[in-house]
Every structure is written in C-alpha cells, then in structure tokens.
C-alpha cells in the first residue's frame, strides 16, 4: 500500500466509520452528512492525477453523492448534473424534456424515481458518473440508462467507496460495459458483538489488504 500522508489520512477517516446492523457501512463523518470538504479537495486532485480524468459535466443522483462529485467538477472544472428524486418530477422541470427511471433504495428498501432534464446535459459528451456508495448498482444503472438515452456514451463510472461483496460493481461492468474506478473498495464486513472489521482490498487504485476495526451500532427496532 502506498503509505504517503494522504492516503494514511484517508485511512484515518474511514477508521472513524461504523457498521450499522450487519454491514450498512457508515462514513457519515467523511464523504455525507458532514463532508471533510479540504481533505475530499486533495483527493480528488489525487484522483484526477492518477487516472486521467476528463470530463465535460459529473453526474450523479441527489442526495449523498452530490457532495462528491461538486469538489470533483470543481477539480476538473466542469458542471454537476445531479438527478432529482421524488414521486414527481419538480416544479423546476416543467415544460421541460425530462428523463425518469424508478429505482428502489438498497439501504430504504423503498421505490422512488429519479429524473433528469436534457437540457442539462448541453454540448456535453464526456460525462463522468459519479457516486459516494456502489451497492447494487441500480441508482448508477438508472443514471447511466438515461444518459444512454440521449445519445451519450458515459465515460467512466467513479465511487468513492465501492462495497465488492454486493456485486453492485459487477452488475454495472458486465451490463454497461463501463470502466469503474474505486476509491476504496471493501471486500468484507465481519461483525462481532460491538466491533466490526471492515476488509478493504483497494484503497487510492491501489490493490491492498488493510483491516480496519470500526464501531458496530446496532439500531434497537430496525436490524436484528
């Protein structure tokens, strides 16, 4: 493993993490919710570097991942097209060319829609589809379907932390024929009373095999 200050302090933040139930994962302190905005600025830079990142617009679905992906489009200087979610489309589409696919949530359980607007995606055609979780794939499938439909052939698929046991990222590889590029991946979660250990075979594209020991909550009406 690539052992510079960066990457040690990434590994740092993803210790702080918890596993919620028997293997949501939680970074809540890092990538959502609250987001390390001058650490997440220096990875990108990173990540833009490393893999040669060119893109006219990052796309990405409301909520979580926006985050992301605007310090991303700010590293490589270009817009954010987030996709809206609702039973409806919003009153900003009105009148407007709009894209839906139903998706269903991997960590609600629940069904809602996302939508996009043609428009947005003017004069783009190197489009980097951006998340901050990979799961089951369905919301990048969704996103990826969509753009497909406007005659736009998706660049790359990036995550920031790619859950490999789920087969999200095989779902998205196999159907789409797409490159995916993981921040951090993790291969397995193993649980054990309060302690969880979290198994990350990648980390800044580098294959490793780090084992990072994390909070286990376990929420008292919800996941037994």
Known sequence: ???????????????????????????STLINHRIEVNLLSRLCRRIVELESIKADAVCTAASSGIGFSTILGYTLNCPVIFAQKGRNPPAIMAGKHVLKREITSATKGNSTNLYLCSSAFEGCKRIVIADDFLFRGTTMGALIEMIKELDIEPTEVLVFVNKSFEN???????????????????????????????HIDELLFEPCDIKIHVERYIPSNRIK
């Open 168 to 198: 999200g990222w095989k779902n998205i590889t196999d159907k789409y024929n797409i490159p995916l590029k993981k921040v951090v991946s993790i291969d397995e979660v193993e649980v054990d009373g309060q302690q969880s250990t979290i």
């Open 1 to 27: 493993m690539n052992s510079d200050p960066l990457t040690l302090e990434l590994l740092e933040m993803l210790k702080k993490g918890r596993v919620v139930g028997k293997d949501m994962l939680d970074f």
